[in-house]
């Protein structure tokens, strides 16, 4: 004898895909600025060897991305929960949404990071002042991954609001 | 002769299984790739540095890891589909799936990392002997998103069995 499911049956297929899109495409972004920042890091610290501990910081910026991913996939996990609340396709939607939006937000995030620190630690090499200038556009980019933490978090929110208890 | 249902939903262990095999398979590609890369970075700087060479074996290593990530995960997922002990229903096969995707793909993506890092890492540190911790660096914050994807492989598939009362 089984017990019925306490909601939509499919609804978790949605709900744990959004789990894991969070992780994924942040981790995807992360990954994208970690290796472009890091060779344009290489590149420049044969030269310049005593500028790489400044440099690594879009490769840390990078790493960021990482846990904001991180975050989102931990908060839609612990929302599918069927046994204390009915699961509804309502709530699979919600957090369908809310990972993508968290993982997809970080990967262009981390492209933007790669590609600004990649550029930013080379000309960082050949001339000092602009190193203000390039974490200045680097928090720009972090912060689009910021937004999708936020609509994520917010999406999220929804699940479980579908019906008066 | 009857034979007896299947407890719990039958198409579910498709999912299950396939999570288990993404785990690994993906997390293979990218420790595939960071090996490979790296490892024609370490061969092109051995020829004129050869005395650097173990040294330049970390990024190589590193990579290696990303499978045995992977493998753990698959392992959890495959001792976690257990109609016998206790039914398996769709739910536990969506969690299982999401499991091994989310650690697959973060691996694949922390490899891809590793192998462009280390291969640039590997032949700068060849020509400037002081580059050698900063590339650890930067090849260990890539490795922490394999990581992130072990974690959240671990809390998904810990969520199977979880849907209803026993």
């Given at each position: 004898m089984s017990s019925k499911f306490?909601?939509?049956?499919?609804a978790p297929f949605f709900g744990f895909l959004g789990a894991a899109a969070a992780l994924v495409f942040s981790c995807m972004g992360a990954a994208y600025g970690t290796a472009k920042s890091g060779v344009g890091v290489a590149s420049m610290g044969v030269m310049r060897p005593e500028l790489v501990m400044k440099s690594i910081v879009p490769v840390v910026m990078a790493g960021v991305l990482g846990i904001y991913g991180l975050i989102i996939a931990v908060i839609i996990s612990t929302g599918i929960n069927p046994k204390a609340k009915s699961y509804y396709l309502f709530d699979g939607y919600a957090h369908l949404s809310s990972g993508l939006a968290c993982g997809l937000a970080g990967l262009s995030a981390g492209m933007a990071i790669g590609i600004v620190g990649d550029a930013g630690v080379r000309a960082n090499a050949q001339q000092p002042k602009l190193f203000v200038g390039m974490i200045l556009i680097l928090i720009f980019a972090e912060a689009l991954a910021l937004y999708g933490l936020i609509v994520g978090i917010i999406l999220s929110s929804r699940a479980g609001q579908s019906r008066a208890d």
């Open positions: 306490s909601g939509d049956e499919t």
